[in-house]
């Protein structure tokens, strides 16, 4: 019964005090971030865990962020992923292992050059410590161009995995459009070894299934339907929708925009549907509307944390049960963990 979890969630929490600090994904259900001690983007929220005295990080957010927190947390913490079928699409776009045949091969087609290879966030632990192995670093939406400057101070090509739509709209931000390869491991002629002995930055093939299904024609109607209407979209859409909106951000700087809204303007959201409806809710006097209509932009990634498992891993708590604990391997751990201290000093 859904309308019991609410006061068990709550009765678990406080038999669990401040041994428990719950975090909350923006894209979470209501349901979730109701319980969250702290919400936001995946940046915060890392910065968040590497804060947290708590024994038990329960994560409300998909497997790449709660490996992350496990990274980024003392040995003695323990992180706690409501469900274990929390795992982002795109971070399994790039394996580690396929990363390394490819890594031989770029490599291969530029000896001269020193390439830097930058994961996002939305990635699994050894691919991280892959790119501090290799020099590089880890990076988020809301600091992506600043990883790309590092990148760039320090090498002469990026390599950036797994979303070509960030990597995209990154190199656009810095003017370097012109200096894109893309690499598409499943297509043999996909790998295009000339061009990236040519250009400077190369693009895997990755993308979010959410994001990707977003398109100008979507701007236009808005625009036609909400007279006067701004749009901010994720950097993670394609680069001609970050192009036609007014801004672009991550999930904590879509909010900061609607936070610092006039009241009465208008505001298409092109992101995940549960931000733009909690957007709704924490901010009445600004119109909120989707980018898309109510019915395509939800991620099942996300959406596998519900109530009942959150009930589920706090009760078994309280009966001294820890479950779905996320572990990252101890070899994998300090590298990756390497590639984050990058992130978080960038
Ligand atoms: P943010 O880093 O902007 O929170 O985004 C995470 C994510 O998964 C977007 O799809
Ligand atoms: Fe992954 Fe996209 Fe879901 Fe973000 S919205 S967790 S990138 S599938």
Redesign the pocket.
Known sequence: DGAQRGPRIEAALSELGDSVVVLGHN?QRREIVEHADFVGDSYGLSKRAAEADADYVIFGG?TFMAESADIITDDEQTVILPSMEAS????GMAEALQVDAAWAEITGAAPDAEIIPITYM?SYADLKAFCAAQGGLVCTSSNAHRAFEWALDRGDKILFLP?KHLGENTAHRLGMEASIAEWDPWDPEGKDAAEVAKRDIVLWEGY????ERFRESHIEQVREEYEGASVIVHP?CRREVVEAADRAGSTAEIRETIEEAEPGETWAIGT?IHLTNHLRRWYPEVNVVPLCGDACMD????RQIDPNYLTWVLEELVAGRERNVIEVAPEEKELAGVALERMLEV
């Open positions: 894209y998909v982002c699409p795109m971070a939305n979303d979010c299934q959410v994001h993670e995940e991620c099942n990634a996300m």
